[in-house]
């Protein structure tokens, strides 16, 4: 029987020796790093929503800009088409001579390179006094102080220029002459003509505008002169070539 003090002396030797090492178990959080602790697959859903968001905002912005290009296109095209419809219209004018020192003219012209047909000229002449004096009193006309004239060309060249001398006009039935050619006013011109294109215009002092329709029909247009003294313009008048060709009168 081993003695008690043997006994001890073991048991101190045998705790003072080295033991194998403990290792601690792992757990699964611990041996993750922190990118992988990031819940990828959710973030990769919303990112994938905001993109879906973004491309359908984009696509929408894009679809709205063509389609306000394509609106200007079409505008554009549009004012092309009306300034090529007006384009020989524009260059179909006239205006007055009132140079106190000469008698009163009324020039008609055609700048552009092609004719025009059908061409109706309206206009009102007064002598210098607002009254002709021989007609006052005959009370046949609702307005006896203004005649009205009226003149039918079938044809007018291109580059060319009418003149009407305020000498060659007349009035009444009796044609008259005026008596003071050069103290003679015109107003109320308007021109009628069809273009190449065989659509109807009209021009006054303030407008050009295309006719269409009940508004291309001349019968009214030269019924608008019969409350005035009727007018004739005697010989034929003055055709020479326009100073300038091709230009537009606006």
């Given amino acids: ?34 990118w992988r602790r990031i819940p990828w697959v959710h973030i990769g859903a ?4 905001i993109a879906a ?15 306000a290009v394509a609106e200007d296109q079409l505008e554009q095209s ?32 055609n700048r552009s390179l092609d004719p025009v047909s059908g061409v109706r000229l309206r206009f009102e002449a007064q002598d210098d006094s607002g009254l002709l004096l021989d007609l006052r009193n005959e009370g046949k006309y609702q307005f006896d102080y203004i005649v009205s004239f009226s003149l039918y060309m079938e044809t007018i060249s291109p580059c060319t220029e009418i003149v ?6 007349r009035y009444g039935n009796k044609r008259k002459e005026f008596p003071r050619p050069g103290g003679v006013f015109l107003s109320g011109h308007k021109v009628r003509f069809w ?9 006054t002092t303030t407008r050009l505008q295309r006719l269409e329709g ?3 029909d001349a019968s009214k247009w030269l019924r608008e002169g019969d409350m005035y003294v009727p007018g004739h313009i005697a010989g034929t008048p003055v055709r ?11």
């Fill in 164 to 169: 009407i001398d305020a000498g060659s006009l």
């Fill in 78 to 109: 549009r004012e092309d088409a009306e300034r090529q419809s007006r384009e020989q219209a524009m260059k179909v004018t006239y205006w007055v001579d009132d140079d106190m020192s000469q008698s009163v003219r009324l020039h008609l012209v």
């Fill in 53 to 67: 968001v973004g491309g359908l905002l984009f696509t929408a912005i894009a679809t709205y800009y063509s389609a």
């Fill in 195 to 203: 273009d190449r294109d065989g659509a109807v215009w009209e021009r």
């Fill in 1 to 34: 029987m081993t003695s008690n003090p043997q006994r001890g002396a073991r048991l101190r030797l045998a705790r003072q020796r080295s033991g194998p090492a403990r290792v601690r178990p792992r757990t699964r959080g611990a041996s993750l790093t922190w």
């Fill in 240 to 250: 020479k070539k326009a100073a300038s060709c091709g230009e537009p009168a606006g």
């Fill in 214 to 216: 009940a508004e291309a």
């Fill in 46 to 49: 919303v990112v994938g929503a």
